[in-house]
């Protein structure tokens, strides 16, 4: 994928999308706190990944930011090749 947005680049809390090589949006992600899920869509399919156990550690703003896209960008092409 050639780049990747945060919806709100202060808080990665907040999710973003994946932009293909041209320009196309490939996926998008939220983070749901509250159940502790990455929601991942990729065109009208999604898929959910339940992070069980993740420590507080995990969750400061500096790890998700790195964490959370490719966790994200990973889960929408197991998406694509699901489908």
């Known amino acids: 994928m050639d780049r990747h947005e945060f ?3 202060q808080d990665p809390t907040k999710g ?12 998008i992600w939220y983070w749901d706190a509250e159940t502790k899920m990455v929601a ?8 959910r990944i339940k992070l069980i156990g993740i420590g507080e550690q ?14 994200a960008l990973e889960a929408a092409q197991l998406i ?3 489908g």
């Not at 991942?40 to 898929?47: A, C, D, E, L, P």
């Not at 995990?58 to 966790?71: A, G």
Request: aromatic content about 10%; glycine content about 10%; charged content about 35%.
């Open 7 to 9: 919806n709100d680049p």
């Open 16 to 27: 973003g999308t994946w932009y293909d090589d041209h320009g196309r949006r490939f996926c």
């Open 40 to 47: 991942v869509i990729r065109g009208t399919r999604g898929k």
């Open 58 to 71: 995990l969750l400061k703003p500096e790890v998700l930011r790195n964490r959370f896209p490719q966790l």
């Open 80 to 82: 694509t090749e699901e």
